[in-house]
């Protein structure tokens, strides 16, 4: 069983920055597409930004711009960067990895709160 860890939420100031990471249990080469969703109170969850292992990336319009997703396959990590974050940021964000097998994982999610 693939087990995926996020790291690195907390509150943050709007305007500000923040560097979510995501630390898979085996070689992320294995998992074709990896990425983030998140989840605000009272929403549904949704797509933030995903990454193939051919580096084809695919943000949400809402993020675009402000959050850049990356992945090091020799870390089996995936980061998920957030600048200019603004107050509809927050959220939990989940980790999410899909093999081509169309086996999905899902991390347990790390609280982001953007708020002054």
């Known amino acids: 069983q693939i087990q995926l860890v996020e790291s690195g939420g907390g509150l943050v100031q709007p305007g500000g920055s923040l560097r979510l990471s995501c630390a898979a249990s085996?070689?992320?080469?294995?998992?074709?597409?990896m990425g983030w969703y998140r989840q605000a109170p009272g929403k549904q969850r949704e797509l933030v930004a995903t990454i193939t292992n051919g580096r084809n990336i695919n943000y949400a319009d809402s993020v675009k711009g402000r959050f850049t997703i990356s992945r090091d396959n020799t870390e089996n990590t995936v980061y998920l960067k957030m600048d200019s974050v603004k107050p509809e940021d927050t959220a939990v964000y989940y980790c999410?990895?899909?093999?081509?097998?169309?086996?999905?994982?899902w991390g347990q999610g790390t609280q982001v709160t953007v708020s002054s």
């Open positions: 085996v070689n992320i080469f294995s998992i074709y597409v």
């Open positions: 999410y990895g899909r093999k081509l097998s169309r086996q999905e994982y």
